[in-house]
């Protein structure tokens, strides 16, 4: 069976030793047989104008109606690029004539490294420079390598992540097929195999961000666009807001009676909140990238305050429901996830965290270190359940050291195991953790990386139902049924929003 490697942020994924750099990447396996059309495929190309590392720019429509562009995402400290940047360079010099150019794209590295390991490389190729990532946002990228052909068009003809034995054959055969008039072969889209699930309904589009508002669910897309449904799934408005490719949260910041949210892109520029027609509140830069938000009401005063936690050094960092920082700490780098509760059965409502120490971190409201510790994973997802008495359970997720599986442990908040539970092997990973709200019933929604959604029992850490062939990168959302009745589960899938029920046994 073949293997493609390729190196991904932890945010993506579980902490693994990539050239010295074991703190901020990873490398990680997958089949190539196992790879699915990526969602831009068929999309227009993203205009974007590089810099170039030999000096000046290029602007990418100037190839439309010309030539075939390859882009090639790279960074000089994953080794999968390194042995992968002489072939994808081959094959693109091999269809030079018939119009192919390739741009090898960097992704936020200085100058002199690259233009250091060019040289001792003896690489021949254009490479492009993309030092704050904003080009790799625009094209979705998820890991390192990553390569996009787009055809003469201006379209996305295929997306490929990692690299492997058959890349050379792979790319090839593309070029030809593009070349020939013909898309390259793709998976078609398959019904999601359910267990325990029954679809409620769906609604068609493209939806990267999902939330509830009240009774409500809030969808937003790529483009800005944000569609509000019903229980039933019937339109109940719509509203346009800034693109954003990324996430969506509910939030209660002006206390008027409406519904507010905050959106940010993964390791984005900056976090937005915006009212429920879709107007900008206010705007926090993202230091070194944003890899988490969640609203809670820290102080009780009813409104919520907005955790964020960064990339890099940039750390944890608490603002008002007015956008302005209240309190930080950069004592913890890579802060991978935050949530909030009173997890210490203090009547307090505390701010934990994941960081790239791979502990799970308490704060009191205020900002002051309250506990750190351990747990038998390398901690990357964390969220806080609700829980009968009062106090809290910390749900953290992530690599189980003894043998690297994705797992879920619920705690408590000095760190004891009340259950835990096996979710996924060694290339699994969760990507968002929702509990249901309130304690009836205790359920949490897993998606994990590929396409697999959970709904697990909070109280007994036990999978009660599973869909499998959502989105590669699902996002999830608990929406208010009929009175009397359990919660739907909204998913972000292939095919657009979905909703299940849990029937009753």
């Known amino acids: 069976m073949n293997r493609i490697l390729f190196c991904v942020s932890v945010m993506l994924g579980l902490l693994l030793p990539c050239s010295g750099r074991a703190a901020v990447k990873e490398v990680l396996k997958v089949d ?62 091999a269809f030079r004539d018939k119009g192919v150019v390739l741009y090898a794209v960097n992704e936020g590295e200085g100058l002199e490294g690259i233009r250091t390991f060019v040289e001792r490389q003896k690489l021949h190729l254009n490479v492009a420079l993309d030092p704050d990532g904003k080009v790799g946002r625009k094209y979705a990228l998820e890991g390192l390598p990553q390569i ?20 050379k054959q792979m790319l090839s055969r593309d070029l030809e097929a593009i070349l020939a008039g013909k898309s390259p072969a793709r998976k078609a889209a398959k019904e999601p195999e359910l267990q325990g699930l029954e679809l409620a309904w769906k609604h068609e589009g493209r939806w990267s961000g999902v939330a509830t508002d009240g009774p409500r669910v809030v969808a937003l897309a790529p483009t800005g666009r944000a569609a509000v449904l019903d ?48 107007a900008v509140l206010w705007r926090y830069p993202g230091g070194q990238g944003i890899d988490d938000v969640w609203p809670a009401d820290l102080d009780g005063d009813g409104l919520d305050e907005v955790i964020i936690g960064y990339h890099g050094a940039t750390g944890l960092h608490v603002l008002g429901p007015d956008g302005k920082l209240r309190w930080k700490d950069t004592s913890i780098g890579n802060v991978w996830h935050v949530c909030a509760g009173d997890v210490l059965g203090d009547s307090a409502v505390e ?3 994941t960081a790239a120490d791979g502990k799970v971190h308490i704060f009191d409201a205020a900002g002051k270190p309250l506990k750190q510790f351990a747990t038998e994973l390398y901690a990357n997802m964390v969220r806080v359940a609700a829980a009968p008495g009062g106090k809290a359970v910390i749900l953290a997720g992530g690599t189980r050291y003894s043998d690297e599986h994705e797992t879920l442990l619920a705690l408590d908040g000095e760190g004891g195991k009340r259950w835990e539970l096996e979710v996924g092997g060694a290339k699994d990973h969760i990507d968002t953790l929702l509990p249901a709200p309130g304690t009836n019933p205790r359920w949490l929604a897993a998606a994990m990386r590929g396409g697999r959604v959970l709904i697990i029992d909070a109280e007994k850490g036990t999978i009660i139902a599973s869909s499998k062939g959502e989105a590669r990168r699902s996002e999830v959302a608990w929406l208010a049924a009929e009175a009397g009745e359990p919660p739907l589960l909204v998913v972000t899938a292939n095919d657009g929003l979905r909703a299940y029920r849990v029937p009753a046994k």
């Open 32 to 93: 190539a047989e196992e790879e699915e059309s990526h969602p831009l495929a068929g999309a227009p190309a993203p205009v974007v104008v590089l810099d170039l590392l030999g000096g000046g720019k290029v602007e990418l429509d100037q190839h439309h109606g010309k030539e075939i562009v390859i882009l090639d995402f790279w960074a000089t400290w994953c080794e999968p690029c390194v042995e992968e940047l002489p072939i994808v360079a081959g094959v693109a010099e």
């Open 148 to 167: 996009v052909i787009i055809d003469k068009s201006g379209t996305i003809a295929v997306v490929h992540l990692g690299y492997g034995p058959a890349t």
């Open 231 to 278: 229980a039933r799934g019937q339109r109940a408005g719509e509203f346009k807001t800034e693109r954003v490719s990324g996430f969506l949260r509910a939030a209660n910041l002006a206390g008027d009676g409406a519904q507010e949210f905050v959106t940010f892109d993964a390791w984005g520029p900056q976090a937005t909140a915006i009212d429920s027609a879709g």
């Open 351 to 353: 701010v934990i965290t």
